[in-house]
């Protein structure tokens, strides 16, 4: 990526209300690659550090994943890569049978691997769409996979992984 003309993009969490603020994620975001690091605090886990890397297609279709998380008690990796129809392996080509179908990688604590199901396949407002991702969270070394449910309005485009896990962005819509 040193190559490629990028952006910078920085955000600070803001999932935890009693740490909100603490932590940093720095993004250098190029035409179809991306090199993020994020430093935070999860309440189960403590401080901790995850770099990734991303490449994907034109049409915003994600081909590789590399991932690591470094706490003081560990550091994982994964590296994975997807064949653009749901298909997954690791990348010593090992095929990775639980996360079939999933067409996206959703990387948490940041919010840019939502990106991913919005530019591929925008909707109108007031539109609601449940998206299979592939889910990685700090501290197992897979991923799994996971639902997203995407609801544009206006200017906010929401999401929800979970049943309480809600993330807004206050972006244009449709």
């Not at 392996?89 to 840019?112: A, K, N, S, Y």
């Not at 544009?152 to 962005?169: H, N, P, T």
Request: aromatic share 10%.
């Amino acid at each position: 990526m040193p190559n490629e003309r990028c952006r910078t993009i920085c955000w600070t969490p803001i999932w935890n209300k009693s740490r909100q603020g603490v932590g940093l994620e720095h993004l250098l975001l190029a035409e179809r690659s991306a090199d993020g690091i994020v430093l935070a605090f999860d309440e189960e886990r403590g401080p901790f550090r995850l770099t990734y890397r991303l490449t994907w297609e034109p049409s915003w279709q994600l081909r590789d994943a590399e991932l690591v998380v470094a706490t003081e008690r560990f550091t994982r990796s994964l590296s994975l890569q997807t064949d653009g129809q749901g298909h997954w392996r690791h990348r010593d080509g090992q095929t990775i049978d639980d996360l079939d179908g999933c067409m996206d990688v959703d990387i948490w604590p940041t919010p840019f691997t939502n990106t991913f199901p919005i530019r591929r396949e925008p909707m109108a407002i007031g539109e609601r769409r449940q998206f299979r991702m592939a889910w990685f969270r700090v501290g197992p070394d897979r991923a799994r996979a996971a639902a997203g449910l995407y609801a544009a309005g206006g200017s906010i485009l929401s999401l929800r992984k979970s049943r309480r896990d809600w993330f807004q962005s206050r972006a244009p819509c449709g």
